[in-house]
């Protein structure tokens, strides 16, 4: 469902990336727009929710969520954080990946500028599932600092040094790219930039990759109108528990104690495997399976 909102105040600055990337992914992946949205939605409530004008965008967004909830129930990818956070990053990794590909051969364009800044909004966007792992968090700084210093480069007629050079040690990493005033994390790429073709198939080395379609419509979480007292972020439904113990488990005729924490990783390889069954992904599938029997049966990620 397309959606029109209202003018975003001053006060809700901050949250303007994460709808325009909603609005540019509404038809390419309506679940990634949906997430955006949410993210969006929950920061702008820990900023302001008094104003008037910021009263009206995030009814307006409630009443949108609200909606694709009730039209779009039976979506895993909005029911289910571990299948959720898998979706949106897959989605992405592999745009990063792309980015980083062309990066690293010397193919420097305003496409390659915008897939860097939109992986790094969307992986800003996996907080909403918890802390970011150390990987993801990397990846998201280096990729909006990529955007700032290749945008930079080109602004100013230089040609961007391939690969990952990053900030200097004396750098304050908000200051984003050598001469770029405002920071990575300010950057916005200019707007009517084509978003780039993601190759066919990433390495089945990378983590959380595979083939990502336009998905149907996500659902989204009962929302109230917020009340000028409650100072409670909003935060979506969580799925039940699948386990009732933090206690290890055993895995049997190994008798190999599996930490909870490994647990959750198995799971999340065998929702990624699921994921990229419905696109018809079967090596990512096989491969997704096997490192969550290999945690199963030695109690190693590894």
Same mark, same amino acid.
């Given at each position: 469902m397309?959606l029109?909102?209202?003018?975003?105040?001053?006060?809700?600055?901050?949250?303007?990336h994460y709808l325009?990337? *909603?609005?540019? @992914?509404e038809?390419?992946?309506?679940?990634v727009?949906?997430?955006?949205r949410l993210y969006?939605?929950?920061?702008?409530?820990?900023i302001?929710k008094?104003? &008037?004008?910021?009263k009206? /965008?995030?009814?307006?967004? #409630?009443?949108?969520l609200e909606l694709e909830?009730r039209?779009?129930?039976?979506?895993e990818?909005?029911?289910? &954080?571990i299948?959720a956070?898998a @979706?949106?990053e897959n989605?992405a990794?592999?745009?990063? #990946?792309w980015?980083d590909?062309q990066?690293? %051969?010397? =193919?420097?364009?305003?496409n390659v500028?915008?897939a860097?800044y939109?992986a790094g909004?969307l #992986?800003?966007?996996?907080?909403?599932f918890?802390?970011?792992?150390?990987?993801?968090a990397?990846?998201?700084?280096?990729a909006?600092?990529?955007a700032?210093y =290749?945008h930079?480069?080109?602004?100013?007629?230089?040609t961007?040094v391939?690969? $990952?050079i990053? $900030?200097t040690?004396g750098?304050?990493?908000n200051?984003?790219a050598?001469?770029?005033i405002?920071?990575?994390?300010n950057y916005?790429?200019?707007d009517?930039?084509s978003?780039p073709k993601?190759p066919v198939?990433?390495?089945s080395? !990378?983590?959380?990759?595979?083939? =990502?379609p *336009?998905?149907?419509p996500?659902?989204?979480?009962?929302i109230?109108?917020p +009340?000028?007292t409650? !100072?409670r972020p909003?935060s979506p439904?969580? $799925? +039940? +528990?699948?386990? +009732?113990s933090?206690? *290890? /488990? %055993?895995?049997?005729?190994?008798g190999v104690? /599996?930490?909870?924490s /490994?647990v !959750?990783k198995?799971q999340k390889?065998?929702?990624? *495997?699921?994921?990229?069954?419905?696109?018809?992904d079967?090596?990512d599938?096989?491969n997704?399976?096997?490192?969550?029997?290999?945690?199963?049966? !030695?109690?190693q990620e590894?």
């Amino acid at each position: 469902m397309s959606l029109v909102l209202p003018p975003c105040p001053p006060s809700l600055k901050p949250i303007q990336h994460y709808l325009k990337a *909603a609005t540019e @992914h509404e038809t390419r992946d309506p679940v990634v727009a949906y997430w955006c949205r949410l993210y969006a939605l929950q920061t702008a409530l820990k900023i302001d929710k008094k104003s &008037d004008e910021a009263k009206l /965008l995030l009814v307006r967004l #409630m009443d949108w969520l609200e909606l694709e909830k009730r039209n779009n129930s039976g979506n895993e990818a909005i029911t289910n &954080d571990i299948a959720a956070q898998a @979706h949106v990053e897959n989605y992405a990794l592999k745009l990063f #990946m792309w980015a980083d590909g062309q990066d690293r %051969v010397g =193919i420097f364009n305003k496409n390659v500028v915008k897939a860097f800044y939109t992986a790094g909004i969307l #992986m800003d966007i996996l907080n909403i599932f918890g802390e970011l792992s150390e990987d993801i968090a990397a990846n998201c700084k280096y990729a909006k600092w990529k955007a700032a210093y =290749i945008h930079n480069c080109l602004k100013n007629g230089e040609t961007p040094v391939p690969g $990952p050079i990053g $900030p200097t040690d004396g750098e304050n990493e908000n200051e984003g790219a050598i001469g770029f005033i405002g920071g990575a994390t300010n950057y916005r790429p200019d707007d009517g930039i084509s978003e780039p073709k993601l190759p066919v198939q990433p390495p089945s080395d !990378t983590l959380g990759f595979t083939n =990502i379609p *336009a998905s149907n419509p996500s659902p989204t979480p009962n929302i109230a109108q917020p +009340s000028e007292t409650d !100072t409670r972020p909003y935060s979506p439904s969580q $799925p +039940s +528990s699948t386990s +009732s113990s933090n206690a *290890a /488990l %055993v895995a049997p005729g190994t008798g190999v104690k /599996l930490d909870p924490s /490994l647990v !959750t990783k198995a799971q999340k390889y065998c929702k990624f *495997a699921a994921s990229a069954l419905n696109y018809d992904d079967v090596a990512d599938a096989v491969n997704y399976l096997q490192k969550a029997l290999r945690i199963l049966e !030695t109690g190693q990620e590894n």
